[in-house]
C-alpha cells in the first residue's frame, strides 16, 4: 500500500469544498429566466378530486401557468412506474392501481400533488397556490396495515381488491411445518418495523430546461443514479428521448435511498419547462420532504422459530404485512420480498424457512429502500427472535448464537442466498472482547447496587450488498440490470480522469476511486479526477445504492484499468525496446523489470495521443471502458453489541458502550469505512430509539416536522468503538463486500435488546421511547 | 413568508410608536417562535418591530437579594452570567438545557414568557420563583401573568421590560427534554424562599400550561427532600398527551423531575 493506495487512511479530496461551503447543489443552480414551481398538495389522506379552480391564480403576479393533472393526462405522460415485478403464491402478478404525477381524479394520501404554480419566484407561486381553489370530496380512510386489511375495508384502488398488491411466498412451506411438528421448543414473537422518514440533509430539487431550438431537455436533479433516470423519464413517461434528455446530479446532500427513485415533481418540472417555454425550479421544503420523499420499513410480523433439544435451530415461519403507502414505488415491491426475506437465515444454519408476505396499500406516504432496505427489518427479526429464544431457553445470547452459526462456505441457504464467505465467530469474538463481554454480569450488579438498570444486547448481522447480478435479479423479476460501467481516461500529459457510472451523494467516491488508481500506478491522487453524475460526460451507470458502489462499481474502474494498463504496457515496451511481459509499473513509471530502463507514464500518454511511434496496428489513444456485473451479491457480516442504562424513574436509555465488529471484506479507506458505519449506527439507534412516522387514524402526518419526529443528534449517541476482522470477497477482484449500510442494519436489534435485557421484560416495540419503555417496566 | 415591513427600534418608546401606527404588528424579540411560524405562512404580521437591539432591554442586575435579568437578555447570557450563577445557579442551569445551542444564541426570557408556550422552561422558573413581570406599563406577579395555553396578561402593544427574581435560599430545576423539540416534556422547578416557603412549579404536563404543583408543595414544605415527595398522587387528568409522552407518564414525570430538582437545588 502507498501512502495514498488501497487501505490508507487518505483524507477526503471533496471536504475542502463542502466544508468550506462551496459544494454546488441543484438549488444553487439559477438560469436566465428561471421560474419557481410550487405544488398544491391534497391535505386530505382520500378524496375526489372534484374541480380545479384556477382562474383566480393566473391573474396574479408573476403567474406563468397553473397546470393540473388532467393536462398531464392530455399530453399522455405516464404514470409512475414500479420496476420490479413481483408473482403471488397463487401464480398472479402483483396488482397495482395507477400513480398520475398529479392526480387527475384521487388522491389517496396527504402531500399528493394535483396542481402546480409556475411563477416568478418562489414566493408568487406560493401566494397563487393559496388562491388555487380545489374542491374534494373526502373519502373512508385507512392509515395503517391493520385497517387496510380488515373485511370491508375502504378500498384505494379498483385494480387491488382488499387494498392487497401481493401474497408472496419462499420456502418450502411443508418441510417448515414438518420440522415445527419435530421441535423440542418453539420461540415466538409479534413485532413491528416501525415506518421511518429518511431526511437527508438535502432536500430534494430539481432544475428543467428546456431548449425549443434543439427539442432537448436538461435536468439537474437530486439523484442518486442520474442514468436511470434518464432511463425512466424517457422510456416510461414519454417526456424526452433520452438522446434529448441530460440528467445532472451535481454535488448531492444525502439519499439513504430516498433520491434512487423518479418523482412526481422532478417529472412535473420537465414538463412544465416544456409547457411554459421558462426553465423550472423546484425545491422541496422539509414539510413537503417528509409527505413525499418515500418513507421507509413499516413491517408488521409474526416470527415463529423452532429448535431441537439441543438448542439447535429448525426451522423459521414468518408472515410479514409491509405497508406501502397509497402507491407502489419505483423499488418498493423489491424491498420486503427479494432484500428482506432472503436475508432471514442470518448468520445461522438453519434447514428450513417459510416466509409469506402480503404486501398492503393505505392512505400513506409511498414507502420504498431505505438505508438497508428489507435488510435491517430481516436483521432485526432474526436478532430479536435469537435474543428472545436465549431468554426462553435460558442459555446465554452470545453462546446460543455460536451454536448455530454458519462455519462452512459457501453456504446455500434455504431462501436463495448462497453465502460465499464469512468468519462469524471472528466477528463476534472481536465484539465480546472489545466490550468484555465476560465482566458484564459484575458490572450489571454494580449498577444495580447504585439502583441502575443495566443491560446488553448482541446483534449479529448479515445483509447481501453489492447489489446485484443481472441474470439472478432478471430471474427474480427486476426491471433493470445491477452491473456498472467506467472509463479511464489517460489524457495525453498523464493526468487520469475516471468516468464512473456510480454516483457519490457523501460516500466519499471523488476520494476512494482515486485511491485504486494511485495503488495501481503508483501516482498522488491529486492527479486523477473522478467524474460522475451527468448522463453527458459518463456512458451510463446503475447509481449509487445498496452498498454497491466499491464491490460493483470500482470493480468496473478495476477493469477498465487492467485494459488501460494493457495498452500502456505495449507503447512502454515499444519505446524501449522490451518485451511486454518485462514491463512493471511503479510510482508512476513503466519499468523494465530487473533494469534501471523506465519511461513516465506523461511519456507513455504522450506517446499514445501524438502517434508519431506506436507499436504496428495499434490505435491511437490511452483510454479505456469496462461493464462489470457481479458474480453474486456480496455478504458483509457482524457483530455489534451494546451496554446500556435504563433510567427506572423516567425510561431514559443512556448507552455505556457501543462496539462493533465488521467484516466488509478489503477495505479501500478505513477513515471513510468508519465515517459510514458512524452514520449507519446513528440511523439505526435513530429507529431503535426515536424515529417514527406516524399518521393518526384519518391518515394525517403527526410528525412533518423536525418538533414532533425525532431525529437522533450528537447527545443522543454514544462515542463508537470500531473494529473490523476480515475475509475477503471471493466475488470480486478487489475483495471487497460493502459498508455503506450494516450500521443501519444492525444497531437497532442490539439497542433494543439491551433495554430489554436492563428491564427484564422482553415485549419492547421501536422506538423506545421513555415513556413506552417507562410504561413496559411498570407494565402488570 | 408574506410579505411583512421590519422595524429596528432603538428604545421602548420607538417600538410602542411603531406598534401604534401598524395595522397588525407583532413584537419580535429573539424570533425563535415566531419567524419559524411566519415561515410556514402561519402568522402574517403587517409589521415586524424587533426589539432585541434596545439597549435598555439588554442585561441582568443583582441587587440585595432581588436578580433583574432585562427582557432581551439572551439565554446564552444569562446561562454564562455570573451573577446569574451566584444569586440563582438554577437558573443558570435551565438556561443550559433550553433547547439547543443556535435557540439560547437567539432565544430571549422576554419572548419566551411573552409567547407562554406549555412547554416552555422559563415560566416554570418565574411561577416557583414567585418573580415579578416588568413592562412598559406595570409590575405583574407570575402567578398573575400566565393564562393558559400562549395567554398571558400582556395587553395588546405592552412590552415586557424585565423579570425579577426574589433570590431564594435553595431553588432547582429538571426536566425530561422532548427528544424532538428539546422542549420540557415535562419539566419542574422547585424553590425554598429565604422565608421557608415552598412553591413548586411544572412545564410541559397541563393542559393549561405551567403550574403550580400543591401536593408536591406541601410535602416538601414538611420535609425538603426527595424522598419527601415519593408518597405524593400526581393525577394524570388534565395532563397533556401526545406521542412523546402519555398523561401519565408527565404525571410520573412531575414527580420525578421535583425530586431531582429537590437533589440539584440540595
Known amino acids: ?780 | 413568508m408574506y410579505q411583512t415591513t421590519y422595524h429596528r427600534a432603538s428604545s421602548v418608546d420607538e417600538a410602542v410608536s411603531l406598534f401604534g401606527k401598524s395595522s397588525e404588528a407583532k413584537f419580535l424579540a429573539g424570533g425563535q417562535t415566531l419567524l419559524p411560524v411566519m415561515k410556514q405562512r402561519l402568522a402574517s404580521p403587517s409589521d415586524v418591530i424587533d426589539l432585541g437591539k434596545i439597549k435598555e432591554l439588554q442585561g441582568v442586575e443583582l441587587s440585595g437579594d432581588v436578580l433583574t435579568i432585562k427582557a432581551a437578555t439572551t439565554y446564552y447570557d444569562i446561562m454564562t452570567n455570573a451573577d446569574v450563577k451566584k444569586a440563582i445557579p438554577a437558573i443558570a442551569h435551565l438556561t443550559s438545557v433550553l433547547g439547543d445551542p443556535a435557540v439560547r444564541y437567539r432565544g430571549t426570557i422576554g419572548g419566551s414568557i411573552a409567547n407562554n408556550d406549555p412547554a416552555a422552561d422559563f415560566p416554570a422558573a418565574l411561577l416557583a420563583l414567585g418573580a415579578t413581570v416588568k413592562t412598559n406599563k406595570r409590575s405583574i406577579a407570575a402567578e398573575d401573568f400566565f393564562k393558559g395555553l400562549f395567554t398571558t396578561a400582556l395587553e395588546d402593544g405592552e412590552i415586557i421590560t424585565a423579570v425579577s427574581f426574589p433570590v431564594p435560599a435553595k431553588a432547582g430545576y429538571e426536566k425530561m427534554r422532548h427528544p424532538a423539540s428539546r422542549f420540557a416534556l415535562t419539566g419542574v422547578f422547585v424553590a425554598q424562599t429565604k422565608s421557608g416557603e415552598v412553591r413548586v412549579a411544572a412545564t410541559g404536563a397541563s393542559q393549561s400550561g405551567v403550574m403550580r404543583v400543591p401536593a408536591i408543595e406541601a410535602a416538601l414544605k414538611a420535609n425538603w427532600s426527595p424522598s419527601a415527595i415519593d408518597s405524593v398522587s400526581i393525577s394524570a387528568s388534565n395532563l397533556l398527551a401526545d406521542i412523546h409522552g402519555t398523561a401519565e407518564y408527565r404525571a410520573n414525570l412531575v414527580k420525578v423531575m421535583a425530586q431531582r430538582a429537590v437533589t440539584a437545588a440540595g
Not at chain 1, 1 to 21: L, N, S, Y
Not at chain 1, 270 to 291: I, N
Not at chain 1, 414 to 430: E, H, Q, W
Not at chain 1, 687 to 701: C, K, R, T, V
Open chain 1, 1 to 780: 500500500m502507498g501512502v495514498e493506495g488501497i487501505g490508507a487512511r487518505v483524507v477526503r479530496k471533496e471536504d475542502k469544498r463542502f466544508i468550506t461551503g462551496k459544494g454546488r447543489y441543484v438549488d444553487d443552480i439559477k438560469l436566465l429566466g428561471m421560474t419557481h414551481a410550487h405544488f398544491i398538495r391534497s391535505p386530505h389522506a382520500h378524496a375526489k378530486v372534484k374541480k380545479i379552480d384556477s382562474s383566480a391564480a393566473l391573474k396574479m403576479p408573476g403567474v406563468v401557468a397553473v397546470l393540473t393533472g388532467q393536462e398531464l393526462v392530455d399530453d399522455k405522460v405516464g404514470n409512475l412506474i414500479c420496476g420490479w415485478a413481483i408473482t403471488s403464491k397463487d401464480g398472479s402478478p402483483m396488482k397495482m392501481g395507477a400513480w398520475p404525477a398529479m392526480a387527475p381524479e384521487t388522491v389517496r394520501f396527504v402531500g399528493q400533488a394535483v396542481a402546480v404554480v409556475i411563477a416568478d419566484s418562489k414566493n408568487l407561486a406560493r401566494d397563487a397556490a393559496e388562491a388555487v381553489v380545489v374542491d374534494y370530496e373526502e373519502l373512508p380512510v385507512v392509515a395503517d396495515v391493520h385497517a387496510a386489511i380488515k373485511a370491508g375495508a375502504p378500498q384505494l384502488h379498483p385494480e387491488a381488491p382488499g387494498n392487497q398488491v401481493y401474497d408472496w411466498v419462499i420456502g418450502d412451506e411443508a418441510a417448515t411445518d414438518a420440522a415445527f411438528a419435530k421441535a423440542a421448543n418453539v420461540v415466538k414473537m409479534d413485532l413491528t418495523n416501525n415506518r421511518l422518514a429518511p431526511n437527508p440533509m438535502e432536500p430534494r430539487s430539481a432544475v428543467a430546461d428546456y431548449d425549443a431550438a434543439e427539442e432537448h431537455y436538461t435536468l439537474y436533479t437530486t439523484s442518486q443514479n442520474p442514468h436511470v433516470a434518464r432511463l425512466v423519464l424517457s422510456a416510461f413517461y414519454n417526456i424526452a428521448p433520452e438522446h434529448k434528455l441530460r440528467v445532472i446530479a451535481p454535488d448531492v446532500g444525502g439519499g439513504f435511498g430516498s433520491k434512487i427513485y423518479i418523482y412526481p415533481e422532478e417529472m412535473v418540472a420537465l414538463w412544465a419547462s416544456k409547457k411554459t417555454g421558462r426553465p423550472v425550479k423546484w425545491t422541496s421544503d422539509r414539510t413537503e420532504a417528509f409527505l413525499t420523499d418515500a418513507h421507509g420499513r413499516d413491517h408488521v410480523t409474526h416470527a415463529e422459530m423452532a429448535f431441537d433439544a439441543n438448542n439447535k435451530i429448525t426451522g423459521l415461519k414468518v408472515k410479514t404485512y409491509a405497508n406501502f403507502g397509497a402507491y407502489m414505488s419505483l423499488f418498493s415491491s423489491a424491498v420486503p420480498t427479494y432484500l428482506y426475506a432472503t436475508l432471514l437465515s442470518g448468520q445461522y444454519n438453519i434447514p428450513q424457512i417459510h416466509a409469506e408476505v402480503i404486501g398492503v396499500y393505505t392512505n400513506t406516504t409511498p414507502v420504498d429502500a431505505y438505508r438497508g432496505a428489507g435488510r435491517p427489518e430481516a436483521s432485526y427479526l432474526v436478532e430479536r427472535m435469537m435474543e428472545t429464544a436465549a431468554r426462553q431457553l435460558k442459555v446465554d445470547p452470545a453462546q446460543l448464537r455460536r451454536s448455530n452459526f454458519i462455519t462452512q462456505f459457501p453456504h446455500q441457504t434455504p431462501v436463495i442466498m448462497a453465502y460465499d464467505t464469512g468468519d462469524f465467530n471472528a466477528s463476534l469474538d472481536a465484539a465480546m472482547k472489545a466490550i468484555d463481554y465476560a465482566g458484564f454480569p459484575a458490572r450489571k450488579a454494580q449498577a444495580k447496587a447504585q439502583g441502575k438498570l443495566r443491560g446488553i444486547g448482541v446483534s449479529c448481522y448479515i445483509e447481501a450488498c453489492g447489489i446485484a447480478p443481472s441474470k439472478a435479479v432478471g430471474s427474480l423479476g427486476a426491471g433493470v440490470g445491477l452491473w456498472e460501467s467506467a472509463e479511464v481516461r489517460v489524457n495525453p500529459v498523464g493526468t487520469i480522469e475516471i468516468l464512473t457510472g456510480s454516483h457519490s451523494h457523501g460516500q466519499g467516491h471523488e476520494t476512494t476511486f482515486c485511491q485504486l488508481v494511485a495503488e495501481r500506478l503508483g501516482v498522488p491522487i491529486s492527479q486523477v479526477s473522478i467524474v460522475h453524475g451527468d448522463t453527458d460526460k459518463v456512458q451510463f451507470g446503475m447509481g449509487t445504492y445498496g452498498s454497491r458502489s466499491a464491490a460493483v462499481g470500482l470493480t468496473a474502474i478495476l477493469k477498465a484499468m487492467e485494459k488501460m494498463e494493457a495498452k500502456a504496457k505495449k507503447i512502454a515496451a515499444h519505446a524501449l525496446e522490451a518485451s511486454e511481459a518485462d514491463i512493471v509499473i511503479e510510482n508512476g513509471e513503466f519499468k523494465v523489470t530487473g533494469t534501471d530502463k523506465a519511461i513516465a507514464l506523461p511519456m507513455v500518454a504522450l506517446a499514445a495521443y501524438t502517434a508519431h511511434n506506436l507499436p504496428d496496428g495499434m490505435e491511437p489513444g490511452l483510454k479505456e471502458s469496462a461493464f462489470y456485473d457481479p458474480s453474486n451479491f456480496t455478504f458483509p457480516a457482524g457483530t455489534y453489541i451494546c451496554e446500556l442504562e435504563v433510567d427506572a424513574g423516567t425510561g431514559k436509555t443512556s448507552f455505556v458502550n457501543f462496539v462493533a465488529a465488521d467484516d466488509f471484506g478489503r477495505l479501500i479507506n478505513p477513515m471513510i469505512v468508519e465515517g459510514q458505519v458512524h452514520g449507519g449506527l446513528v440511523q439505526g439507534i435513530g429507529q431503535a430509539l426515536l424515529e417514527h412516522a406516524i399518521y393518526d387514524a384519518n391518515g394525517q402526518p403527526v410528525t412533518a416536522s423536525f418538533m414532533d419526529y425525532a431525529m437522533p443528534r450528537a447527545d443522543d449517541v454514544p462515542s463508537f468503538n470500531l473494529s473490523h476482522t476480515t475475509t475477503l470477497c471471493p466475488g470480486n477482484p478487489l475483495g471487497i463486500k460493502g459498508c455503506g449500510e450494516a450500521g443501519a442494519i444492525g444497531a437497532s436489534a442490539a439497542v433494543i435488546n439491551a433495554i430489554t435485557d436492563a428491564i427484564g421484560k422482553n415485549n419492547l416495540e421501536m422506538p423506545a421511547t421513555p415513556d413506552r419503555v417507562w410504561r413496559t417496566i411498570h407494565a402488570a
